[in-house]
Structure formats: C-alpha cells, structure tokens
C-alpha cells in the first residue's frame, strides 16, 4: 500500500461499527501486516469482509485470507482482467494491472504486444497455461512493473524518450474490474525518469 492516512480512516471507520477504537499502535501493527498488498486489494478486502463475513473486529490474519481468497476465484478474475484489457486498451499502449502475477506470465508468453495480436482461438486454447502458470507465479516476487505497448515500444528503439506514455491500469475496485485512462500531458523529470527505469524493468527478454 502507499495510502497510509486512507487505511487509518478505513480501519477507524470500521472499528466504529464494531464499537472498538483504534489506537496508533493498533494501526500500526494492521498497517505492517498489510502494506506489501495493493491500496485497492486492501480496501475491497475490507469492505466485503464488513458487509459479508465479519461479525466482530478482524484480526490481521482474518483480512489477509480474505485478500488472498480462494486461489481459483483469484485466477479467474486475473484471466477476466487480462480479456477485458486486451479487448478494450490492446497492444498499442503499456498497461499495469493491480495484480502483477499477470505481468509475469505475459512477459512469459513474449510480451503484451504479442499476446494481444494473438488469433482469439488460440487465445482462447492459453486459458489451461495461464491457470497453472498463475499458481506457480503467484509463489514468486519480482514481476515486472508493467507491461510495454506498441508505442513505448517504438518510442524507446527511436530514442523518443519524451513521448514514453503513461501506462493505463487496470484495476479491481468494489469487486468490479476497472481500466484507468491516462492523462497524456508531460510528465515531471523525476516522474519520467522513474517511468523510464521501471520500463527498462519491464521491457525484459521478450520486448
């Protein structure tokens, strides 16, 4: 997580409804237990765990195997999320999903570029692969940042630094899949130069 203050106000919001405050110690300790999750998974995590299945204050153990959920219901939403960004962003523009197990199993199969143009038969005939592939993945670290399109891509081999995009992302917010447009505007020194080393990152072998 990144957003320390919005997870305090969501575990004070949710001690309130079980009548328990929440001490700086205690946010702390939660906080520890969750901050290597995303801010989005966290959150969705607590409010379906308020609204279906906690009767009293969760312990962090409690919130974790709720996030970590059934591992088929994960796959599932990750093969989901994949269909929908190919459908809707394509190959043309980098991309980063709220789950980076994705990312690896992309660069596995040659990259976003590739996997998009990709016949939607034979697409179709990957979903075995990325189920046992998502499993095995999903017991590692280091995925790639994000996955590079077609116009990094270019932009990259001709030296046109400046015009690197922001990449879109999708994310699972409320249990629903959500895609995040870019704003294309320039972007600050630090923030470019932060993107370029994440996409050195995630051009990798297949690029």
Known sequence: MKDRERFKNALI?????????????QATVY???LKDYEDDI?????????????????????????????????????WEMLGRAIENVGHS??????DP???????????WIKVCNMDARDFKFMRKDFNSLY???SQRDGHPAYLIGEHEMNNRQGGSLKFIDVPHEVH????????????????????KAKQLDQGEAAAGDGQ
Do not use: C
């Open 135 to 137: 499993r095995i993945y």
């Open 31 to 33: 906080w520890e237990a």
């Open 101 to 111: 197990v994705i990312h690896s199993i992309i660069d596995l199969w040659g990259g």
């Open 42 to 78: 966290v959150h969705d995590a607590l409010a379906k765990g308020t609204k279906y299945h906690w009767r009293f204050f969760p312990k962090p153990p409690e919130i974790v195997q709720l996030i970590e959920g059934n591992t088929d219901d994960k796959v599932l939403m990750a």
């Open 13 to 25: 919001a949710l001690g309130a409804i079980h009548k328990e405050g929440i001490s700086e110690l």
């Open 172 to 191: 699972l917010i409320d249990g629903r899949i959500t895609i995040i447009w870019p704003k294309y505007e320039s972007l600050p020194e630090g923030e």
């Open 93 to 98: 523009s980098s991309i980063k999903f709220s």
